[in-house]
T-cell receptor
Framework: AQSVTQLGSHVSVSEGALVLLRCNYS??????LFWYVQYPNQGLQLLLK??????LVKGINGFEAEFKKSETSFHLTKPSAHMSDAAEYFC???????????FGQGTELSVKP | EPEVTQTPSHQVTQMGQEVILRCVPI?????FYWYRQILGQKVEFLVS????????KSEIFDDQFSVERPDGSNFTLKIRSTKLEDSAMYFC?????????????FGPGTRLLVL
C-alpha cells in the first residue's frame, strides 16, 4: 500500500536557523506531492505542491521543497525559521490529480527564541 | 484560494446519536472530500464525492457514514449512530485551481466529541 513517512514527529529549531522536515513516499511512480501546514486550532493550509513541472518547488512563507526521485523524498526546507512557523506540518501524496490525499503522520515544528 | 466553511466548529454528542457535519464552499465546486484526524494521529481520507456521487471511499467509510449534497451548495457528512471512536476532527476539502492545477483546499474542521 502507498504510504508517506515523515521522519521525526517533533523538530525544534532556534529562530533564524535552517528548517528541514523530512518526507519519504513509497511508490515506483512519482506521485503528486504536497506539504500542508496546520496552525493550532485551524485547518490545513497548502504550503506547496509538486506536479512534475520542476523538482524544486517554492511555496508560501519562504518554504521550498525538492523532489528527489532516486531517494523517493520530498523534504521541506526554510533557510531561516521565524517564531510564526511553529505549527504542525503534513506531507501528503496523491496518485492522480484530484485523487485522495495520503498523509504522513505529521511533524510538529517548534521554534525557540 | 477557494474558501470553505464548516459547521458546527465543535459538536458534543452521546454515543448512538446521529450527527450531521456541514461543509459550505463559497463558490461553485464539483469535487468534495471528507477527511478525519483522530487526536494525535494522521489525517485519514474518508470519501470523495463528484457530480453528486461517491467516487471513492476508504475502509473507514462504512455503512454508518453517508454523504450528500442536499441543496446544491452544502455538502454533508452524516454519522448515523456515533461510536466513541468517531471522536475526531473532521475536515471537508474541495478541489480548486492553484497555478492552473487542481488542488485540495481544506475547511477549518469540525471537532466531534462522542461521549
Amino acid at each position: 500500500a502507498q504510504s508517506v513517512t515523515q521522519l521525526g514527529s517533533h523538530v525544534s529549531v532556534s529562530e533564524g536557523a535552517l528548517v528541514l522536515l523530512r518526507c519519504n513516499y513509497s511508490s515506483s511512480v512519482p506521485p503528486y506531492l504536497f506539504w500542508y501546514v496546520q496552525y493550532p486550532n485551524q485547518g490545513l493550509q497548502l504550503l506547496l505542491k509538486y506536479t512534475s513541472a520542476a523538482t524544486l518547488v517554492k511555496g508560501i512563507n519562504g518554504f521550498e521543497a525538492e523532489f528527489k526521485k532516486s531517494e523517493t523524498s520530498f523534504h521541506l526546507t526554510k533557510p531561516s525559521a521565524h517564531m510564526s512557523d511553529a505549527a504542525e506540518y503534513f506531507c501528503a501524496v496523491s496518485y492522480n490529480q484530484g485523487g485522495k490525499l495520503i498523509f504522513g503522520q505529521g511533524t510538529e515544528l517548534s521554534v525557540k527564541p | 484560494e477557494p474558501e470553505v466553511t464548516q459547521t458546527p466548529s465543535h459538536q458534543v454528542t452521546q454515543m448512538g446519536q446521529e450527527v450531521i457535519l456541514r461543509c459550505v464552499p463559497i463558490s461553485n465546486h464539483l469535487y468534495f472530500y471528507w477527511y478525519r484526524q483522530i487526536l494525535g494521529q494522521k489525517v485519514e481520507f474518508l470519501v470523495s464525492f463528484y457530480n453528486n456521487e461517491i467516487s471513492e471511499k476508504s475502509e473507514i467509510f462504512d455503512d454508518q457514514f453517508s454523504v450528500e449534497r442536499p441543496d446544491g451548495s452544502n455538502f454533508t457528512l452524516k454519522i448515523r449512530s456515533t461510536k466513541l471512536e468517531d471522536s475526531a476532527m473532521y475536515f471537508c476539502a474541495i478541489l480548486g485551481l492553484a497555478g492552473g492545477e487542481e488542488t485540495q483546499y481544506f475547511g477549518p474542521g469540525t471537532r466531534l466529541l462522542v461521549l
